[in-house]
């Protein structure tokens, strides 16, 4: 390959490697000129908007993303694994027992069966959720 051959391919990918994404245009709105918007904007997002005020028909509506049932069950087991201080509680727990400093009593035992029934609960909802089999 001549230096001419190699500096061409090099200049093809460097265009290619330029392009990048649609940068956001910002713009600074007053409460009372967003609400304006917001209220002609109905049901559409103002992005979608502004972008037909400006472009009228050449405007490209953005796609919109509603969440699957599956995402629903992501966000269900993610919150309940948030709320729970599982993690926190559990290595309370293994540092103590690491220590000799976990006195073994009723109250202790029926507290570490909850937690692993919780456990396994989220554990279960993210199975069913991801649609794989547990082993």
């Known amino acids: ?36 918007l917001r209220q002609r904007a109905g049901k559409r997002s103002l992005g979608d908007y502004i972008r037909s005020c400006l472009f009228g028909d050449a405007a490209k509506p953005s796609k919109r993303r509603t969440p699957r049932d599956r995402d629903i069950e992501y966000a ?37 069966n909850a937690a692993c029934r919780d456990i396994r609960d989220m554990r279960d909802a993210l199975i069913k959720s991801l649609g794989v089999k547990a082993k």
């Open 76 to 112: 269900k087991a993610l919150a309940g694994l948030g709320r729970s201080e599982l993690a926190t509680n559990m290595a309370t727990i293994a540092n103590a027992a690491a220590v000799g400093a976990l006195p073994v009593t009723p109250d202790l035992t029926e507290a570490l």
């Open 1 to 36: 390959m001549s230096i001419n051959e190699n500096r061409s391919s090099a200049s093809v990918f460097n265009r290619a490697a330029k392009k990048k994404a649609s940068s956001p245009f910002s713009l600074r709105l007053s409460e009372d000129e967003r609400a304006l």
